[in-house]
């Protein structure tokens, strides 16, 4: 037994000096928030897919602009209708063109045109439904940005919780590993001078057995909450991090008084969205509606390559209607009406669930608080316990497994009142990221 010890004891400090070896970087809550809101992915993509629904908002405005266009054109022809509009587009005509013979079997001609089209759209009314629908997604977007930060902010106050408490428990578990050697050594002299008994010198060795690998999990857990932060700053250095501040309870003030607001920028995204489908619906609508356009061109044509020795241009408008598709717009209408009943649904569903997350973080909240008050009385006097034991123990009047005990329950009542106050924390920051507007 006393072997297996050393060989524990031998592996736990090699773990130690593994992590001594690695760089520590002190690092603040504001320090991590600062990286995160210029360096996450999370963010960055949240942010390209504003620009993705921008760019097909701005694509809509094909409903309201002209569109241009420039084109030269040359060919050459021994088409007789061809050949006849060329040189009449050419202005090149004479009488001599309208003989039979030349107008059956005309010799080749080169035509040569530039041509310059506008078409400008005037009633296209499910168009700027469907301009509508893309801005809303667009703004919907934007706030989706908003509120990916948002969460990454609760996210980074969590994970740096986390590396709070995953510190505590070292800091805890250390002393407790400090306590079990001075036993250990204590017990074994004893046990030398015949006043204790093998079985106890073995009860103190499994004890220390246990604080190290409690200890070795505790640094563990350091490493974990230290390479989440560097995940989330997108740091691949994933060095050893150490909190400046420390894990003290924080308070929220007005606790009762709070309520989910239709203001969360994700709540007015669904919304958004939910306009969006409206519009859609409504576009889908307006395209049994006829449509007008108008459009013009003015041409240039020679028989020589970049000429234009004859002009001339056209105008007018198009009055277009789509009287029937085989059934497809109805289908259109029908699936986008039922589009917009969903995300109607989805928008009251996601309100009413977030009210539901905030009530049960408010009790959470309450019992954490209620937590901590025991919690605080629990370890002040396990810690009592803990002094009065040992004193008896050093004195010969206390039995070995009852300090073990004591040792064990005050170390389990330290850990336990920073975990609770790691939770009272965590519910106030939750309360505050379903509340925020």
């Known amino acids: ?27 603040s809550m504001s320090e991590v928030l600062g990286k995160v809101s210029e360096q996450n992915n999370s963010i960055k993509i949240s942010e390209q897919e504003f ?63 530039t041509k310059f089209e506008i078409q400008q ?52 578990l250390e002393k407790a590993l400090e306590a079990a050697f001075a036993n250990k050594k204590l017990a074994e002299n004893r046990f030398k001078q015949g006043y204790l008994q093998r079985a106890d010198v073995l009860n103190v060795e499994v004890r220390v057995t246990e604080v190290l690998n409690q200890l070795q999990t505790a640094k563990s857990n350091v490493q974990n909450a230290s390479n989440y932060l560097s995940f989330l700053m997108n740091d691949e250095a994933y060095v050893v991090y150490l909190p400046s501040d420390s894990l003290l309870i924080n308070t929220l003030n007005d606790e009762n008084k709070i309520s989910v607001s239709d203001n969360r920028a994700d709540i007015k995204a669904l919304k958004l969205a939910s306009n969006a489908y409206e519009a859609m619906n409504k576009a889908d609508k307006m395209a049994f509606l006829p449509r007008l356009n108008a459009f013009g061109s003015y041409e240039l044509y020679d028989d020589q390559i970049f000429q234009g020795d004859a002009n001339g241009y056209l105008f007018g408008a198009q009055l277009s209607w789509d009287l029937f598709q085989g059934s497809k717009r109805f289908g259109k209408a029908q699936k986008s009406k039922a589009e917009f009943e969903k995300s109607k649904l989805q928008y009251e569903q996601y309100v009413s669930q977030s009210n539901l997350e905030l009530n049960k973080a408010k009790r959470m909240l309450l019992d954490a608080k209620n937590k901590l008050n025991l919690t605080t009385l629990a370890m002040d006097q396990s810690e009592e316990s803990l002094r009065i034991r040992a004193n008896r123990f050093n004195e010969g009047l206390e039995k070995t497994s009852d300090l073990l005990i004591a040792e064990t329950q005050y170390a389990e009542k330290q850990l336990e009142h920073y975990q609770t106050i790691f939770e009272y924390n965590y519910a106030q920051a939750y309360i505050q990221f379903l509340t925020k507007e």
């Open 1 to 27: 037994m006393k072997n297996n010890i050393i060989i524990i004891i031998i592996g736990f400090f090699g773990f130690i000096s593994m992590l001594q070896a690695q760089e520590i970087v002190p690092i």
């Open 121 to 172: 759209p005037l009633i296209n009314l499910d168009g700027i439904y469907q301009r509508k629908a893309a801005k809303s997604k667009m703004e919907a977007m934007s706030l989706k940005t908003e509120r990916t930060q948002d969460y990454l902010t609760f996210e980074v106050e969590k994970a740096y919780m986390q590396l709070q408490l995953a510190y505590k428990a070292v800091n805890v």
């Open 51 to 113: 620009i993705e629904a921008r760019a097909d908002y701005r694509q809509t405005n094909a409903v309201l602009l002209p569109n241009i266009t420039a084109s030269h054109t040359g060919l050459a022809t021994t088409n007789p209708l061809m050949a006849f509009g060329s040189k009449l587009n050419q202005e090149i005509l004479t009488q001599n063109d309208f003989n039979p013979a030349l107008l059956n079997n005309p010799s080749q001609i080169e035509n040569y045109a």
